[in-house]
């Protein structure tokens, strides 16, 4: 079973940047679509981004121009001009299909960021 532990979060002030890790351990090798959801308190999880077995990537308007998606043998978040409305409970994720099939995900245990005005 894949295992998923986020890095990096912090509070920081609107305008800055954070960089957000995942590190994959266990059986990572049919995870064919990885991606970041962020939960913010009163709502439900979200997905903001998505990187697809073939690299193509994929993210919600509201990050798109901001947020990047990366990785080598860990996925990035790299998240830019934050905003105050980006504070939340970032958790990456995983699942077995590619990221244009509904499917169920694996997420990590989450990394908090907040994002003060």
């Known amino acids: 079973q894949v295992q998923l532990v986020e890095s990096g979060g912090g509070s920081v002030q609107a305008g800055q940047s954070l960089r957000l890790s995942c590190a994959a351990s266990?059986?990572?090798?049919?995870?064919?679509?990885m991606g970041w959801f962020r939960q913010v308190s009163g709502k439900e999880r979200e997905n903001i981004a998505t990187?697809?077995?073939?690299g193509r990537t994929w993210y919600t308007d509201s990050v798109k121009g901001r947020f990047t998606v990366s990785k080598d043998n860990a996925l990035y978040l790299q998240m830019n001009s934050l905003k105050p409305e980006d504070t939340g409970m970032y958790y990456c994720?995983?699942?077995?299909?590619?990221?244009?099939?509904?499917?169920?995900?694996?997420w990590g245990q989450g990394t908090q960021v907040t994002v003060s005005s």
């Open positions: 994720a995983a699942k077995d299909t590619s990221c244009n099939f509904v499917s169920p995900w694996k």
């Open positions: 266990g059986y990572t090798h049919g995870s064919r679509c």
């Open positions: 990187m697809n077995w073939d």
